[in-house]
């Protein structure tokens, strides 16, 4: 099976990581009950346990506010009126009209699969717009949802598609499948939680949106899938968490996440890699490591512990400062700049990782055609 036809929307509101800290300083600033801390305060915070601007240049959103300086007018973020904004409630109204609008366009130069599936952590509308842009085909699509499930969200999404073009006996028989990802992370904040943990979350996710199609048959370009896997690191469960909050989804994460990854990434890899009969060394010294850059530190973990070098993970660290974390999009982000990159030539091995609440591990290995 293949995966190719990559789609990516660019959110129209791109700012660059200055300017992003330099408007959450604000934010949280206004939230406060009382004036206790100056903005010049938060944003030393910010500067200090953020991501640099050498880490991540710009990031892009779909929410407007982060690009306004009229608080009055904030569509989510309305400070004057409410300090945490607006209510979950419309905070998902906003999710499923941007979200609408962007299957519209997807789907108006874009065939129609026998299944697609959506993915999404930031979002959760039903009929969904996915749902909503499959009654416009000619013929039956069948719609998947598949939510919640964080950075790593693209490889369930994988072995679902998988699944549904491989079980012709019982499924019928399918052709192509589309995965389509739309994140809105800057949904979901309270300005009133100033924590030291949540300025770093603030300091890192975007928002992105992005489909591809997996199929029998190879497109002009991608890749072939050879393997996916996934395990449950054992005694991580408090280590990240993504909750639905009366205002927006909150996610706790602990600074030691890169480093309980790290420690346990080169067993994983070898357990995995060796069970499906593939050659270790080869792919070690061979492959691109398409690394979901949840953050700088976890790039530097895997290419520390599997003795990478620079070279074979800088398309996750090119990514990670062009773009930020965007959360289940960023892989397939990633996976699109690789098949595009005309100096990483066919038939190169393509290693991806993605880790997300469990702590769960997931890893898929790939051949660029």
């Known amino acids: 099976m293949y995966i190719g036809n990559f789609h990516s929307i660019e959110p129209p509101y791109q700012v660059s990581q200055n300017d992003c800290l330099d408007w959450l300083s604000t934010a949280h600033h206004l939230a406060q009950k009382e004036q206790t801390h100056t903005k010049e305060e938060y944003l030393k915070l910010l500067h200090r346990v953020g991501c640099s601007e050498q880490q991540i240049n710009q990031r892009y959103f779909f929410v407007p506010d982060v690009s306004q300086k009229n608080w009055e007018d904030n569509k989510i973020y309305p400070l004057s009126i409410s300090r945490r904004g607006v209510s979950m409630h419309h905070r998902h109204e906003f999710y499923h009209k941007t979200v609408r609008e962007l299957f519209e366009q997807i789907y108006a130069s874009r065939t129609y699969p026998d299944d697609m599936i959506?993915?999404?952590?930031?979002?959760?509308?039903?009929?969904?717009?996915?749902?909503?842009?499959?009654?416009?085909?000619?013929?039956?699509?069948?719609?998947?949802?598949?939510?919640?499930?964080?950075?790593?969200?693209?490889?369930?999404?994988?072995?679902?598609?998988?699944?549904f073009l491989a079980n012709q006996e019982i499924l019928g028989d399918k052709h192509s499948v589309d995965l389509v990802h739309t994140e809105l992370c800057s949904l979901h904040m309270n300005p009133e939680d100033p924590t030291l943990e949540q300025m770093v979350i603030q300091s890192l996710f975007a928002d992105g949106c992005i489909a591809y199609r997996m199929s029998h048959e190879a497109p002009p370009s991608g890749f072939k899938m050879l393997s996916l896997y996934e395990e449950i690191i054992p005694d991580t469960a408090d280590a990240m968490e993504w909750m639905v909050s009366d205002w927006g989804m909150k996610m706790t994460l602990s600074k030691d996440v890169p480093f309980m990854v790290g420690a346990k990434i080169t067993e994983f890899t070898t357990r995995w890699l060796e069970k499906r009969g593939f050659d270790l060394n080869h792919i070690q010294k061979n492959a691109i490591f398409a690394v979901h850059p949840g953050g700088p530190k976890i790039i530097d973990q895997i290419a520390h512990h599997l003795e990478l070098r620079d070279l074979q993970v800088d398309a996750s660290r090119n990514l990670l400062r062009r773009r930020g974390n965007m959360s289940s999009a960023t892989l397939p982000h990633v996976w699109d700049a690789i098949s595009k990159d005309d100096a990483i030539t066919a038939g190169t091995p393509v290693v991806s990782f993605a880790f997300g609440p469990g702590l769960t591990v997931c890893a898929g290995l790939m051949e660029k055609l």
């Open 118 to 163: 959506h993915v999404s952590c930031t979002g959760y509308v039903s009929p969904s717009a996915a749902q909503l842009v499959a009654l416009k085909s000619s013929k039956p699509v069948t719609v998947t949802h598949s939510y919640h499930m964080g950075c790593y969200g693209a490889f369930p999404a994988l072995r679902m598609a998988s699944g």
